[in-house]
């Protein structure tokens, strides 16, 4: 059974960092395109990054571009998130997602791309 686990979510200042994990269990992320999304209240999910088999293959929205760093370690089987100089715009509920598609070698920010998903972690960023 695939389980992914997202962690590392909370409150943080304007300005401020953190930095998302999505561990998988079942699934081994090394081979899959892994995506995060994020979804605000009353709003649609969004895709804003993902990763593929091949590294070069790295995908981030116009609205973290430059502030988000998506990051692979297969030793710990874990995709991360590091997201830097937060505004209030980037609160939500951040989830990944594994997808299969084409061997996992390309990902998109598209959510019907996508297999496996987490149960989210809240981010708040507030002063």
């Known amino acids: 059974q695939v389980q992914l686990v997202e962690s590392g979510g909370g409150l943080v200042q304007p300005g401020g960092s953190l930095r998302l994990s999505c561990a998988a269990s079942?699934?081994?992320?090394?081979?899959?395109?892994v995506g995060w999304f994020r979804q605000a209240p009353g709003k649609e999910r969004e895709g804003i990054s993902c990763?593929?088999?091949?590294?070069?293959?790295?995908y981030y929205a116009e609205s973290v571009k430059g502030r988000f760093t998506i990051s692979r370690d297969s030793a710990q089987n874990t995709v991360y998130l590091q997201m830097n100089n937060l505004t209030p715009e980037d609160t939500a509920v951040y989830y990944c997602?594994?997808?299969?598609?084409?061997?996992?070698?390309?990902?998109?920010?598209?959510?019907?791309?996508?297999?496996?998903w987490g149960q989210g972690t809240q981010v708040n960023v507030s002063s």
């Open positions: 990763i593929g088999r091949v590294e070069r293959t790295i």
């Open positions: 079942g699934l081994t992320l090394e081979y899959v395109g």
């Open positions: 997602a594994a997808s299969e598609l084409a061997g996992g070698l390309y990902c998109s920010g598209s959510v019907q791309q996508y297999d496996y």
